[in-house]
């Protein structure tokens, strides 16, 4: 059904409310035409991060932006929300909406979750674009440990009623004062505006949730993620879009793709890419999707 939403109203972007897998996912459209591309944003996110990246592959493209279980104004009501129940309702998206196999992109702490969409699913899958991405198993958790650069907010998003406890109330500052600027390697690029709209989402009842479950699943199921690669490696075509994390997307991508893993590197830009740098981002996806549309 149509969605009517509190957040900004974007001209050309329709917004969506879907029932699937036991909760309510909210997605953004545009586009009229062209191959399917499904957006699938990170943390400290939501469909928003996509926002100047959509009306540029809409020109060519019909584009959706989804909100995971738990993040944006998705459903965050009481029930799982590991990588694997997170792929279980892109799979079934893509079927209520009959649009597969889509272009799929996936951002961040998302990478669990397409990944195993794409292994457990290739049938709705025609490609695979990583952007500034990791996996369990692979060293993505490392990042938790802060003895060796990694970084603290991880142990806090996992830890047991702790997020709850310490971010509740305290939104825009985790966000504006911590979240976004530790990472963003572009001033200017993330607004006020933009900052408000995550607090928004993020402000809601358990609006913690979703950023909870992926930080918990993904210290726990790397050796799951390592076998379903050794057993189901990626067969699309996949492009590692690099950023502020350098090489590692694409060192990561080609250890658990079967397939030639493309990169691009976006050089001076930090780790949000689609906030960043949305004309560049969007010139590398349409290349690559114009290329495997041709196959």
Partial sequence: MDATLPGPALAGIS??????NGTQLHYAAAGAGGSPVLLVHGFPESWWTFH????????????????????????????EYDSRTSAE?????IEQLGVGPVHLTGQDISGATVFRLASAHPQDVRSLTAIEMGLPGFGL?????????????IGLLAAPGIPEMLLTGREREFLGQFAFPALNGTP??????????FARTYSRPDGWRGAIGLYRSMLTEGPEIKALADSHALTAPVLAVGAGGGAFTAGTM??????????????????????????????????????????
């Fill in 188 to 197: 200017g690029a993330i607004t006020d505006a933009d900052i408000e709209e």
């Fill in 254 to 295: 080609s250890q658990a793709a079967a397939t030639e893993v493309s990169s691009v590197s976006l050089d001076g830009v930090g780790h949000y890419a689609a906030m960043e740098a949305p004309e560049a981002l969007a010139e590398a996806i349409l290349e690559f999707v114009g290329k495997v549309d041709a196959l």
């Fill in 141 to 153: 958790e490392r990042l938790a440990d802060i003895t060796h650069g990694g970084t603290w907010h």
């Fill in 89 to 93: 309702d892109l799979h079934l998206l």
């Fill in 52 to 79: 100047k990246v959509i009306p540029l592959l809409a020109e060519s493209h019909r584009v959706f932006a989804v909100d995971l279980r738990g993040f944006g104004d998705s459903g965050s009501g009481p029930g």
């Fill in 15 to 20: 917004h969506h409310l879907v029932e699937v």
